[in-house]
């Protein structure tokens, strides 16, 4: 690789820069697709604005400049949807006109402060992983901007044809570069040092965090039938559910379900949920939100869930909470057990749920010898107007069945048997959605399944309701944690079966489905993933609290480390018979040898290099003394090759070589390119040539 003009390096160092804030600005959504397309063009064409700058009349580039204005108060004030997105509007704004009109180091400097700008508003909205790479990429490429802009200031504050020189001159080697990127290295250690030492006070990311995430919709407080096909493709993540008691290796648990809602009223199209009553959650002295006791002898399940914005308040757990703990002011439950935050959250949520999900068969059964009263069976039993035959097939389909448990079990088989599960749907308008699907398509997503077979059971004199909640989603066997996404909403049947409690049933061929579609990511995929938790974990989420953890784990390790040591030194001295007192002495001298050693290493190599520094450099001295007896002195400002040059206009031909001389030093002193034997031999021969006549003077 050839050394660049610095004109070009310094040019193409302040559109990096550019290019890295506005990528972060992608990487966040701050910009519509549209947008970033029209901005990310808008970029490429003023690298040829300087050209169109001098065909221009001045008088139309101020009128720009006044529209430019107007158009940042209309966007403002009318424009723009919020606060932010009228910072960030101005900051490319800004950043677009300064690109178009930049020429001297200011601008420079004001387009680099700008893009800082720019990653400074991405990062209050976004906390992804990638994040990462572009900020070292903004360190790197800053590092050699800010050097060739310091370079440039220097060159300005001499002379306009300092400038035009260091514009054309050979400067930025691969060498360079490589000094700039072990500085941005050093820098980002320094950074990462800081950034884990100093204390914390908060979270590590802005409210912001909340717009760009968005809400999503995988899950509401009602069941519309034919709502879910429109997020069965979507693969958005809701929640992260981990379970920190299993065991690395071992298969992951097998029908889970992270129970949300149950809903009891059903108007033929919708399901919401109509219980009148919630009860606060006590809390205990460590934070914990209990809703019951633990039955002896069965297992507790503990999972820690990131729940995403979802757009409802209610918490997810595993089928039988018995308790929650987490940064949550107050809880509530209802009379289904649903655990309800007391308003909806704005950003990522972290808690810890305990569970005693449901045994028996099929892991179905709930406590023995539960009962349900007639008046609070009364809302499980309520039906909307229905069409004969819908009554008809329910009777048919529990036909034979011996007591509320047979009927449910028979009713779920034959939907599963009888009914295919599907995403395209095509609605016969004239017909209840519920009879449509049962007689007409017989096929439908799993909320039809659900309200189906809640129907059919209540029906049949079975207390029934929907559950609207999320499959178990994908495990990621690196983290030991399920991903659950927007296409894993999910709704099932719960029935009060006499003598066992609420059950749980579900009707839909959905697992059969999923499995022939092949749904579900690749271990490469997986193992990103797992990555980006850790950023989030470690980085985003990083708190006072990791900090006192890391500092007593330090202490723990150091002081392991010289209990190590301590004994087996005590060891080596009772070998040598020299006791502690020896062991002192031997540690002290080690220490005075390793710190000598570093001392005359050091010594050396800084002596080694400044005298190749010396020698490369030496013979500008000697050609500055020279000239200094001959009358010519450096004035204030003024560089080496302006005083040569107006020494050889002043001196005439024997003073002529100092040009040549002084440009052979600009080489070796910046471009690091050091003298051949040759070219050495004769900047010797030049300054000889100066010095001869002094030293004749001198003589005479």
């Not at 506005?22 to 990487?27: E, K, R």
């Not at 158009?71 to 919020?82: I, K, N, Q, R």
């Not at 809703?291 to 399940?301: K, N």
């Not at 995403?423 to 049962?438: I, N």
Request: hydrophobic share 50%; glycine share 10%.
């Amino acid at each position: 690789m050839q050394a660049i003009p610095f004109g070009l390096a310094f040019k193409l160092s302040a559109y990096l820069l550019v290019a890295d804030g506005f990528a972060a600005l992608v990487l966040a959504d701050a910009l519509s697709p549209l947008a970033a397309a029209g901005v990310g063009a808008a970029i490429a064409a003023t690298w040829w604005a300087d050209r169109l700058r001098r065909r221009l009349d001045p008088r139309l580039v101020t009128a720009i400049g006044v529209a430019f204005l107007v158009f940042l108060a209309v966007d403002a004030a009318f424009v723009a949807e919020s606060f932010f997105d009228g910072i960030i509007h101005l900051l490319v704004l800004l950043l677009l006109y300064k690109l178009a009109t930049w020429g001297t180091a200011r601008d420079a400097i004001q387009l680099g402060v700008l893009s800082f700008f720019l990653l400074v508003a991405a990062s209050a909205v976004t906390i992804s992983v990638g994040f990462l790479a572009i900020f070292v990429g903004f360190l790197a490429v800053g590092t050699w901007a800010f050097t060739l802009l310091h370079l440039r200031q220097e060159a300005e504050q001499c002379s306009p044809a300092a400038v035009g020189m260091l514009e054309t001159a050979r400067i930025v080697t691969p060498g360079f570069i490589a000094s700039s990127l072990v500085l941005s290295l050093a820098a980002l250690a320094l950074t990462g040092a800081i950034f884990f030492i100093l204390p914390r006070v908060g979270r590590a990311f802005l409210p912001l965090q909340a717009r760009a995430a968005g809400m999503a919709t995988g899950f509401t407080d009602r069941v519309e039938l034919g709502a879910f096909g429109t997020i069965q493709t979507d693969a958005t993540t809701v929640m992260r559910v981990y379970l920190p008691d299993h065991r690395e290796g071992a298969p992951p648990p097998e029908g889970l379900r992270w129970r949300g809602l149950a809903l009891d009223r059903f108007d033929g199209t919708t399901w919401t949920a109509a219980v009148g009553w919630r009860r606060p959650l006590p809390r205990r002295l460590d934070g914990t939100f209990v809703l019951r006791r633990p039955d002896p002898g069965r297992p507790l399940l503990r999972q820690e869930v990131d729940l995403e914005p979802v757009g409802s308040d209610v918490l997810f757990a595993a089928p039988g909470v018995l308790a929650v703990s987490g940064p949550m002011p107050s809880l509530q439950a209802d009379e289904t057990g649903a655990v309800l935050l007391p308003q909806r959250p704005a950003a990522r949520l972290h808690y810890a749920a305990y569970s005693q999900p449901p045994q028996g068969a099929a892991g179905r059964v709930g406590p023995a010898g539960a009962t349900l009263p007639v008046a609070l069976a009364e809302p499980y039993l309520q039906l909307p107007p229905l069409p004969a035959r819908v009554g008809a097939l329910a009777r048919e389909l529990a036909a034979g069945a011996r007591g509320p448990l047979e009927k449910a079990q028979q009713i779920e088989a034959a939907l599963r048997r009888r009914y295919r599960y599907s995403l395209s749907l095509q609605r016969d308008r004239r017909l209840d959605p519920l009879e449509d699907f049962l007689f007409q398509q017989r096929a439908g997503h799993c909320e039809y399944f659900a309200a189906s077979m809640a129907i059919m059971l209540r029906l049949e004199g079975v207390p029934a309701r929907v559950v609207n909640g999320f499959q178990s989603g994908e495990w990621n066997e690196f983290g030991r944690y399920f991903t659950v996404r927007q296409r894993d909403a999910h709704a099932w049947v719960e029935a009060f079966i006499p003598g066992a409690g609420w059950l749980t049933f579900d009707p839909s061929p959905r697992a059969e489905f999923e499995a022939a579609q092949g749904y579900g990511a690749g271990r490469l995929a997986r193992y990103l993933d797992f990555l980006r938790t850790r950023w989030t974990r470690y980085v985003v989420d990083y708190s006072l609290q990791d900090q006192l953890q890391a500092a007593q784990l330090l202490r723990q390790q150091t002081g392991r480390l010289r209990e190590g040591a301590g004994s087996a030194l005590g060891r080596l001295t009772r070998r040598g018979g020299g006791g502690a007192g020896a062991g002192r002495w031997v540690v002290a001298a080690a220490v005075l040898i390793a710190a000598a050693a570093c001392l005359l290493g050091r010594r050396g190599v800084g002596a080694g290099a400044g005298r190749r520094r010396g020698d490369n450099v030496r013979f500008q001295a000697r050609l500055q003394r020279a000239l200094a007896r001959r009358g010519f002195v450096p004035a204030p400002g003024e560089t080496p090759l302006e005083l040569a040059r107006r020494a050889a206009e002043g001196g005439g031909a024997p003073l002529a070589p100092a040009e040549e001389i002084t440009r052979l030093y600009y080489r070796v002193r910046f471009g690091a390119e050091p003298l051949a034997p040759a070219e050495a031999a004769r900047v010797e021969a030049l300054l000889a040539a100066l010095e001869r006549p002094e030293r004749r003077t001198l003589a005479a």
